[in-house]
């Protein structure tokens, strides 16, 4: 029975008997990660290096919902869905999310409730999961950790900026390109789809829409932040075709799809 316990450790984490051939997808963030049967495990199961969650501060406390609840439950807080586990994964994977990666993996923690007092309560509650985060010392010096937590919604942009010591950074927004804003401190540039094109996902993107794209993809890139868009068409033809224009991170909802796209695209190549 002794052999059998490092394999129940492993399944109780989430972690299936083929999670160590589990090809990590450089491009996959789950989009409303929290809203799936098993927030955090069903993303990494199928590869995805970035997640989200909606937070709202209740009484000193962080609880993901994508709507602010009436009785929030004690089972859907930040550590327990996503910071305890990931914790716990680094754990058993010597120091990665996943076994022998070497790049971050992106939690991005999308602020509801107002942002000084919501940032407030998420430095006190890392604090405690240090050990996994990456930190910014300076707006420059990045340390080697597995984990690196960026804010989005509610920013406290000037707070964050302004900090000596940063757990947590900025999801970016392209007005913030061109500022002199290291990519330690803002890592991703994220914006609506929408503000680019109205293509269905259908056929090919007009040629005037993915030059926009490129732009903004260009000028992110130089300064050596990623792209994300969200409210994409969430399907296999656009998400080929923004991948092809360079966009860092796919924005899906739909985890299993993406993985059995992304590694059918790989034996293709």
């Given at each position: 029975?002794?052999?059998?316990?490092?394999?129940?450790?492993?399944?109780?984490?989430?972690?299936?008997?083929?999670?160590?051939?589990l090809?990590?997808?450089?491009?996959?963030?789950?989009?409303n990660?929290?809203?799936?049967?098993?927030?955090?495990?069903?993303?990494?199961?199928?590869?995805?290096?970035?997640?989200?969650?909606?937070?709202?501060l209740?009484?000193?406390?962080?609880?993901?919902?994508h709507?602010?609840?009436?009785?929030?439950?004690?089972?859907?807080?930040?550590?327990?869905?996503?910071?305890?586990?990931?914790?716990?994964?680094?754990?058993?994977?010597?120091?990665?999310?996943y076994?022998?990666?070497?790049?971050?993996?992106?939690?991005?923690?999308?602020?509801?409730?107002?942002?000084?007092?919501?940032?407030?309560?998420?430095?006190?509650?890392?604090?405690?999961?240090?050990?996994?985060?990456?930190?910014?010392?300076?707006?420059?010096?990045?340390?080697?950790?597995?984990?690196?937590?960026?804010?989005?919604?509610?920013?406290?942009?000037?707070?964050?900026?302004?900090?000596d010591?940063?757990?947590?950074?900025?999801?970016?927004?392209?007005?913030?390109?061109?500022?002199?804003?290291?990519?330690?401190?803002i890592?991703?540039?994220?914006?609506?789809?929408?503000?680019?094109?109205?293509?269905?996902g259908?056929?090919?993107?007009?040629?005037?829409?993915?030059?926009?794209?490129?732009?903004l993809?260009?000028?992110?890139?130089?300064?050596?932040?990623?792209?994300r868009l969200?409210?994409?068409p969430?399907?296999?033809?656009?998400?080929?075709?923004?991948?092809?224009?360079g966009?860092?991170?796919?924005?899906?909802?739909?985890?299993?799809?993406?993985?059995?796209?992304?590694?059918?695209?790989s034996?293709?190549?």
């Amino acid at each position: 029975m002794k052999s059998l316990f490092p394999f129940f450790i492993l399944i109780s984490l989430g972690v299936s008997s083929s999670f160590a051939q589990l090809r990590p997808l450089k491009n996959a963030h789950a989009h409303n990660d929290y809203e799936h049967e098993k927030p955090l495990f069903d993303a990494l199961a199928n590869g995805f290096v970035s997640v989200e969650a909606d937070v709202y501060l209740i009484d000193n406390e962080l609880f993901v919902y994508h709507n602010r609840p009436k009785n929030p439950s004690q089972d859907r807080t930040l550590e327990k869905l996503y910071l305890k586990p990931l914790l716990e994964r680094v754990q058993v994977n010597n120091g990665s999310v996943y076994p022998n990666y070497n790049d971050f993996f992106f939690l991005m923690i999308d602020f509801k409730t107002e942002g000084e007092s919501t940032y407030k309560a998420l430095k006190l509650l890392l604090q405690k999961y240090e050990s996994i985060l990456s930190v910014v010392e300076n707006g420059r010096k990045q340390l080697d950790k597995p984990v690196l937590v960026f804010i989005s919604g509610n920013r406290p942009i000037s707070t964050i900026l302004s900090e000596d010591i940063n757990l947590a950074v900025l999801d970016g927004r392209p007005s913030d390109l061109g500022k002199e804003i290291s990519p330690e401190k803002i890592p991703v540039i994220s914006q609506n789809f929408n503000h680019f094109s109205k293509w269905n996902g259908k056929g090919e993107m007009p040629n005037e829409d993915k030059m926009k794209i490129s732009q903004l993809i260009h000028s992110a890139h130089a300064e050596g932040k990623k792209v994300r868009l969200w409210a994409i068409p969430d399907m296999p033809n656009a998400w080929q075709t923004l991948m092809d224009l360079g966009v860092d991170f796919i924005n899906t909802d739909k985890l299993k799809e993406f993985n059995r796209f992304m590694n059918k695209e790989s034996g293709n190549r």
